[in-house]
């Protein structure tokens, strides 16, 4: 009984100051759980006044803020642990780099929404569009070593939607053909198979033809965030192909359907509609 009634007093004490606390006096990590040396996802500013998340108080170590952050976050997924439907199979870790002893983000839903934005030899690099609780240390500046692969989630940019929507008519600066119907399964990216489910991929847009070099088997590809190829592009089905070129090195978003090479090293995506992103 007196433990109890010296947590209530104690929690009490505690309330005020973590409801809203005294602005940042340094740049503070923001750490995946209450302990310093847990990864951190994020850092907050000088000056900043971080509010605790709803209802986490009670749960929340004495000296700790858990407050929320709301996406998107940049995470990194094994190959095998993508569904039929590209889609990532919940429980599955999403890391923070793409290398098994990379800290865990967090572990995914069977409601995440999620996006592909590259390919990392067997890590897909995805977008996850869902809100995250992290943690800062009242005490103040614990960790101060650059984010690491990771969207800051303060003024995050407006997410590209996950889910795949009614490709527009053709007009400046989007074309393609007419959405062919409801997605069905698809193959994992790790199994060189195809698939006629449509789906969306953000990426850079760039032309693979390089003067005295032997031609790639398509003309365009999309390069991920470092600029590393991660798809090529079968524009077959495009109309308007004659005004692809204006696309050339901008970031852009592709709606269509994934397929392997035969060899199963290269990754196709046949485009039906592209769009600036």
Same mark, same amino acid.
């Given at each position: 009984?007196?433990? %109890?009634?010296?947590?209530?007093?104690?929690? #009490?004490?505690?309330?005020?100051?973590?409801?809203?606390?005294?602005?940042?006096?340094?740049?503070? =990590?923001?750490? @995946?759980?209450?302990?310093?040396?847990?990864?951190?996802? !994020?850092? +907050?500013?000088?000056?900043?006044?971080?509010?605790?998340?709803?209802?986490?108080?009670?749960?929340?170590?004495?000296?700790?803020?858990?407050?929320?952050?709301?996406?998107?976050?940049?995470?990194?997924?094994? %190959?095998?642990?993508?569904?039929?439907?590209?889609?990532?199979?919940?429980?599955?870790?999403?890391? #923070? =780099?793409?290398?098994?002893?990379?800290?865990?983000?967090?572990?995914?839903?069977?409601?995440?929404?999620?996006? *592909? @934005?590259?390919?990392?030899?067997?890590? @897909? &690099? *995805?977008? +996850?569009?869902?809100? #995250?609780?992290?943690?800062?240390?009242?005490?103040?500046?614990?960790?101060?070593?650059?984010? *690491?692969?990771?969207?800051?989630?303060?003024? =995050?940019?407006?997410?590209?939607?996950?889910?795949?929507?009614?490709?527009?008519?053709?007009?400046?600066?989007?074309?393609?053909?007419? %959405? !062919?119907? &409801?997605?069905?399964?698809?193959?994992?990216?790790?199994?060189?198979?195809?698939? @006629?489910?449509?789906? &969306?991929?953000?990426?850079?847009?760039?032309? !693979?033809?390089?003067?005295?070099?032997?031609?790639?088997?398509?003309?365009?590809a999309l390069n991920d965030d470092a600029g590393r190829r991660y798809a090529y592009l079968d524009i077959s089905k495009l109309l308007q192909t004659d005004q692809i070129e204006k696309y050339l090195n901008l970031n852009v978003v592709v709606f269509g359907t994934a397929q392997g090479t035969p060899d199963g090293r290269e990754f196709v995506i046949q485009v039906e509609t592209l769009q600036l992103k």
């Open positions: 009984m007196k433990t %109890n009634l010296a947590r209530i007093v104690s929690l #009490l004490a505690w309330w005020p100051c973590c409801a809203s606390a005294a602005p940042l006096t340094a740049t503070t =990590a923001v750490h @995946t759980k209450p302990d310093a040396s847990s990864p951190a996802i !994020t850092y +907050l500013k000088a000056g900043t006044e971080p509010v605790a998340a709803p209802g986490s108080i009670a749960s929340t170590p004495a000296g700790w803020m858990a407050i929320e952050l709301p996406g998107p976050f940049e995470g990194y997924v094994e %190959n095998k642990d993508l569904a039929k439907s590209l889609d990532v199979k919940p429980g599955a870790p999403i890391r #923070l =780099a793409p290398k098994s002893d990379a800290g865990v983000l967090t572990l995914a839903e069977a409601t995440d929404k999620t996006s *592909i @934005t590259g390919i990392h030899g067997r890590w @897909t &690099q *995805i977008r +996850l569009e869902r809100k #995250l609780t992290g943690y800062v240390h009242l005490g103040g500046t614990a960790g101060h070593l650059p984010p *690491i692969a990771t969207t800051p989630a303060p003024a =995050a940019p407006k997410p590209v939607p996950a889910a795949p929507v009614t490709p527009p008519p053709v007009a400046p600066g989007v074309y393609g053909a007419a %959405n !062919t119907g &409801q997605p069905v399964a698809m193959v994992n990216l790790g199994d060189g198979g195809s698939s @006629t489910l449509p789906r &969306q991929f953000a990426g850079r847009f760039v032309s !693979t033809r390089r003067p005295f070099t032997p031609r790639r088997p398509y003309d365009y």
